[in-house]
């Protein structure tokens, strides 16, 4: 993965400062086109907003820091119908996702920055589902796939013996955990995550 320097996360300066009357909407970006996004948007002066989390990463001895955007695939801009259809003639999109309650979007985009400027770390969750192909990305069992199963209280990686029909868990930081992408199918003799 490239490493990425840090852009401008929102336009104009004071958009989180005053009341601005013009809808959000979000964009769904192309695959990593969100920066790409934001720099179209800025000279058109279309309000946007690319909430951005340090990512660092250690390799053969040196570290290395990229800013990747919180929401992969997103970006949050304000604008009328006719700005909307600038972003949209960008080339850059998917779609572009009407928001139904503006108000609540604003409540947590406004959160969300505050954060942000508090110097709090952001990083980015994955919502994991049962049925989901994931990857142990870190520890000891790093390089292990399987599929989320709904557990009680802790997260456990389980390993299953088809033949004897037995199963032992090991528990561990849902952290380390990552989606397979694009989902596959998994070997019977993988893990199965609780």
């Known amino acids: 993965m490239p490493l990425l320097k840090r852009e401008v996360e929102f336009s104009p300066v004071g958009l989180f400062g005053a009341e601005v009357e013009l809808p959000w909407w979000v964009a769904h970006t192309r695959s990593r086109q969100e920066k790409a996004l934001a720099r179209y948007l800025s000279p058109l002066g279309v309000p946007f907003y690319v909430p951005q989390g340090e990512k660092r990463v250690r390799r053969a001895g040196r570290l290395f820091t990229s800013f990747l955007p919180l929401f992969p695939g997103y970006v949050f801009f304000r604008g009328t119908a006719e700005q909307r ?101 998994v070997r019977k003799d993988s893990a199965a995550v609780a």
């Open 85 to 185: 259809r600038l972003a949209i003639q960008s080339r850059l999109l998917v779609g572009v996702l009407d928001v139904d309650d503006q108000a609540l979007l604003e409540r947590e985009l406004r959160q969300l920055h505050a954060l942000q400027t508090s110097g709090a770390n952001l990083v980015p969750y994955e919502e994991l589902r049962p049925g989901q192909p994931v990857r142990v990305t870190e520890g000891p069992f790093q390089g292990y796939s399987g599929i989320v199963v709904r557990g009680q209280g802790a997260l456990r990686l389980v390993v299953s013996i088809s033949m004897l029909r037995k199963t032992v868990a090991v528990e561990f930081d849902r952290a380390v955990l990552s989606r397979v992408s694009p989902p596959g199918k």
